[in-house]
């Protein structure tokens, strides 16, 4: 009989201890921002020595420490953010992503962070110096961004190359697959800084803005990131991260 009540014993201690963990486990999660990003974008968002970097990752924590919460990040390609965000996979997806008409009707995005707009990058000794030089040539773009119904719409005689990764992108016009790549600005002038035989046309595509993306069914969330952000604009934290990834531009 005295075994047999140990081990009740046991068994109820060890219940309660499972039932405390997964408490503190609900509770860790309600403390948690839950974002996705694809982090192949640099200087937005990119993997450095392991660890996640760049101005969007910099101002999410930034924005989550001034809510009280923590980030649980989730890593996914660029294209399935938006699906992601819908079916629940996360809650909050940045990623450099432009607020779009189209987008705008299946998800809620948050004021405007950061100004951007679609650029074309070409290797220095390239014969391409306008936008309408891009007619007839490749141009490689990476699927699910508003590059490849940009130049489907507007330069109909550019052959697109379709890639996944931005970075694939790039490789394309340095072994000369591709005459030219039609990325984000921030990401296209990181890339000709820091490789040698690049160069941005002076002519942008498009001038955009950049918002994080919530559920519509979430417009407390977005609401909570909007005041976040005045927050961290009006003491000072939001001018030191533009500073960091942009103060040669």
Do not use: C
């Amino acid at each position: 009989m005295k075994s047999t009540r140990l081990v009740a014993a046991l068994l109820m201690s060890a219940a309660l201890a499972l039932g405390a963990t997964a408490h503190g486990a609900r509770a860790a999660d309600a403390d948690a921002l839950k974002v996705a990003t694809d982090a192949t974008f640099p200087p937005m968002e990119y993997t450095e020595n392991g660890a996640r970097a760049g101005f969007d990752v910099d101002l999410m924590n930034a924005l989550a420490h001034a809510m009280g919460k923590e980030v649980q990040w989730t890593d996914i390609d660029f294209k399935g953010l938006v699906p992601g965000l819908v079916a629940h996979r996360f809650d909050i997806a940045i990623s450099a992503i432009y607020i779009t008409p189209e987008r705008a009707q299946v998800v809620d995005f948050t004021e405007p962070y950061y100004a951007g707009g679609l650029v074309a990058l070409v290797k220095t000794d390239s014969p391409i110096k306008t936008l309408a030089d891009l007619n007839g040539k490749k141009v490689s773009v990476q699927v699910g961004t508003k590059s490849v119904n940009f130049l489907q719409a507007h330069y109909p005689q550019v052959q697109r190359v379709e890639v996944e990764k931005n970075q694939e992108m790039f490789d394309l016009v340095g072994v000369g697959r591709a005459d030219a790549a039609v990325t984000g600005k921030p990401a296209a002038y990181q890339f000709a800084r820091t490789r040698t035989g690049f160069r941005v046309l002076d002519e942008q595509l498009t001038t955009e803005k950049y918002g994080i993306a919530v559920r519509k069914d979430e417009p407390q969330l977005r609401d909570a990131l909007n005041r976040a952000l005045e927050k961290i604009k009006a003491d000072g934290t939001y001018a030191a991260i533009v500073k960091k990834w942009f103060s040669s531009k």
